[in-house]
């Protein structure tokens, strides 16, 4: 994603909508497509779904205890020596513990091609592919199409700051549910994940 294209596509969606358009121009220019720091898409997962619920400094520093039991090799083979008993005291919940050893034991098993989901031209099946794995839900794979694998059309309605950005760029008296939201984003298609970035700087 060049700087050129994205300011191609901000400006169309300034120009279907007055309300984003100022928040649009009130902000930096979307980021969505350009991983300045890139890992391999197993990497990526696992970081999402240490993520789950925490803050980002929280996040950040059980993220890097547990890269830390790995010596920095956040491949599945690594990922599959350590014990539970490990997780834990690097501060990952039971169940996380159980969704990111089932995310090795699918690499290794070959049951889902993780590092190579960039070249699934769908965004559903790649949804199908990650969410039949026990404790991957919507959330952790609308970030990792959107930030990983730099998707442009993914709708996180299910993440609370995109709802709250949103019934703060238009000013709604009360809060929206997910499925107003889905409705609400038609008119945006296709690039639904550059208005969510733009709801997340909405609320500064």
């Known amino acids: 994603m060049t ?18 358009a100022a928040v649009i121009a009130a902000h930096p220019l979307c980021t969505i497509g350009q991983n300045k720091k890139p890992v391999t898409h197993f990497e990526a997962l696992v970081e999402s779904v240490i993520s ?3 803050a980002v400094k929280a996040a950040d520093t059980i993220y890097g205890r ?3 039991l790995v010596k920095g090799r956040m491949v599945p083979a690594r990922i599959a020596e350590l014990s539970e008993g490990e997780f834990r005291e690097a501060g990952v919940s039971g169940a996380k513990t159980k969704t990111i050893q089932g995310l090795a034991d699918a690499a290794l098993s ?3 091609a993780i590092n190579q989901l960039h070249t699934i031209d769908s965004d559903e099946e790649i949804f199908e592919k990650l969410t039949s794995l026990w404790g ?8 990792f199409m959107m930030f990983q694998l730099g998707r442009l059309d993914i709708w996180p309605t299910g993440d609370l700051g995109v709802r709250r950005g949103y019934e703060k760029i238009y000013a709604l008296k009360e809060e929206i549910t997910p499925a107003a939201l889905d409705k609400k984003g038609e008119k945006f298609r296709p690039y639904r994940s550059v208005v969510a970035w733009y709801c997340w700087r909405a609320l500064g």
């Not at 994205?6 to 909508?17: F, Q, W």
């Open 3 to 20: 700087a050129a294209r994205m300011k191609k596509i901000v400006s169309d969606l300034a120009a279907r909508d007055k309300k984003l």
């Open 52 to 54: 789950q619920q925490l």
């Open 66 to 68: 547990v890269k830390g």
């Open 110 to 112: 070959k049951k889902i």
């Open 136 to 143: 991957i839900g919507p959330w952790t794979v609308d970030m």
